[in-house]
C-alpha cells in the first residue's frame, strides 16, 4: 500500500501563511505526481496544486501567485507554502500521490486523510 501523511493545517488570519507538509511512503515503485486539492463545505474537491515526476508544476487559478508547490529532493515528500492566505481558502486540504507500486501494475491515485485550513477574516 501507499501511505500519505499530512501536516501543517491549522487556523490564520487573513493575509498570513501556512506551510503544508505530505510525506508518502510504503510500497511505491515510482511516482508520476504529487499535488494538493481541497474541499469546502458544500463544494466539489479541486485541484489547488500539482507538481509532476518531471518537476512541471500546475496551479489552479485562484492560488496563482500565492501558492507554491515544492518537493524534497527523494522526490516523496510534497510542501505547498501558501501565502496571502483569504477566507475563501478555507477548506479541508488533501494530499494527492499518483503512483505505481511495481513495474506490471497501472497508476493509482491515493489520498491522505486531509488537514482543515481555516482563514478567519
Known amino acids: 500500500q501507499v501511505q500519505l501523511v499530512e501536516s501543517g493545517g491549522g487556523l490564520v488570519q487573513a493575509g498570513g501563511s501556512l506551510r503544508l507538509s505530505c510525506a508518502a511512503s510504503g510500497s511505491i515503485f515510482s511516482i508520476n505526481a504529487m499535488g494538493w486539492y481541497r474541499q469546502a463545505p458544500g463544494k466539489e474537491r479541486e485541484l489547488v496544486a500539482l507538481i509532476t515526476s518531471a518537476g512541471t508544476t500546475n496551479y489552479a487559478d485562484s492560488v496563482k501567485g500565492r501558492f507554491t508547490i515544492s518537493r524534497d529532493n527523494a522526490k516523496t515528500t510534497v510542501y505547498l507554502e501558501m501565502n496571502s492566505l483569504k477566507p475563501e481558502d478555507t477548506a479541508v486540504y488533501y494530499c494527492?500521490?499518483?503512483?505505481?507500486?511495481?513495474?506490471?501494475?497501472?497508476?493509482?491515485?491515493?489520498w491522505g486523510q486531509g488537514t482543515q485550513v481555516t482563514v478567519s477574516s
Open positions: 494527492n500521490c499518483n503512483a505505481r507500486r511495481s513495474a506490471y501494475r497501472r497508476a493509482n491515485d491515493y
